[in-house]
């Protein structure tokens, strides 16, 4: 059975004009080989600090930014060299929800035209059927009806991103690609958005890709986890083995990083060294040799191949061959 998503290689290099005729004087590796797939009904939590490009391969993916190389390919079609207008017919299957609830929907519509916008672009219900779907919808992410009539500033955090979930929902796609949908949200509010999305999940077979930075967040809605460092992935597995099983460094010291709910449970705190490298110069070799507490002499001269350590449990580190 072929994966709901394939990714393979993907790159986006975006370039640096420099001086007064505007030439190419560099470029920003913010995306430089990256590979997973999603699975239908599977849920893919994508995670790293900020800038390692988790954004940009969730915009690539939507074909909001065009890749410099790679493919996408999204139920056996691939989808990263499609026009406008051939890319009109996937974006049925495939939607997005963004960080911010409010400045992703639009002020001056209501929440009723919020919703029903996709399926009227798409013609997928007639005008008598429209208000009952979105209704329905609505009544999925918990909403009411009388919300149909209300904007989007009348309404909490939580409740746009419920809104902004809704709108997701409307063409019913197969994958949804989730931007930080909580990071902007209150802690207790987190938690609801968190179970909604695993409700619609289970009822609807969706599948999810989960960029977010806050790691108990991932763990808890992820299937599989993959931790980007520097535009490329270092280490791909199960969500169980992944937190109970670090294979690659600098995975180990963002997990030494989580708080813990018990305050007498110790834990040693791994602290990196330095800052980010710029993504417009990466380091040769690991790119994390320059912050990792047990790079060797290799590690800044060969580039650490992929490799599956324990079965379905995949690191890029020279220490795990």
Do not use: W
């Amino acid at each position: 059975m072929k994966p709901l998503l394939e990714v393979a290689d993907l790159k986006t290099h975006y370039p640096v004009r420099k001086g007064f005729l505007g030439g190419i004087g560099a470029h920003v590796y913010a995306v430089d080989g990256v590979s997973f797939s999603i699975g239908q009904g599977e849920t893919l939590g994508l995670v790293g600090e900020s800038g390692c490009g988790k954004s940009t391969v969730g915009r690539t993916i939507l074909g909001l930014v065009d890749p410099t190389a790679g493919t996408v390919s999204l139920q056996g079609r691939r989808i990263d060299q499609l026009s406008r207008r051939e890319m009109r017919s996937v974006r049925r299957e495939l939607q997005v929800v963004f960080q911010d609830p409010f400045s992703s929907l639009n002020p001056r519509m209501n929440v009723g035209a919020i919703v029903a916008e996709p399926m009227r672009n798409y013609g997928n219900a007639s005008k008598a059927a429209l208000q009952d779907r979105v209704v329905e919808i609505l009544g999925k992410v918990g909403l009411r009806p009388e919300a149909m009539s209300r904007y989007p500033h009348e309404f909490s955090g939580g409740q746009r991103q419920r809104i902004g979930i809704a709108r997701a929902l409307a063409l019913n796609p197969s994958l949804i690609v989730l931007d930080e949908p909580v990071s902007a949200l209150d802690v207790s509010v987190q938690a609801q958005v968190i179970n909604l999305l695993s409700d619609l999940q289970r009822e609807l077979n969706l599948g999810y890709l989960f960029i977010a930075h806050d790691l108990a967040v991932v763990e808890h809605i992820s299937h599989r986890v993959a931790v980007m460092y520097l535009g490329k992935i270092v280490e791909l597995a199960d969500k169980r083995d992944l937190f109970r099983h670090p294979q690659h460094p600098y995975t180990e010291a963002l997990l030494s990083a989580v708080p813990l709910p018990n305050p007498k449970a110790e834990r040693r705190r791994i602290v990196l060294k330095g800052d980010v490298p710029s993504p417009m110069e990466p380091p040769a070799g690991c790119r994390f040799h320059t912050r990792c507490p047990y790079s060797f002499g290799r590690c800044g001269v060969e580039e650490p191949a992929m490799r599956e350590v324990t079965p379905g449990h995949f690191a890029a580190c020279h220490l795990r061959e």
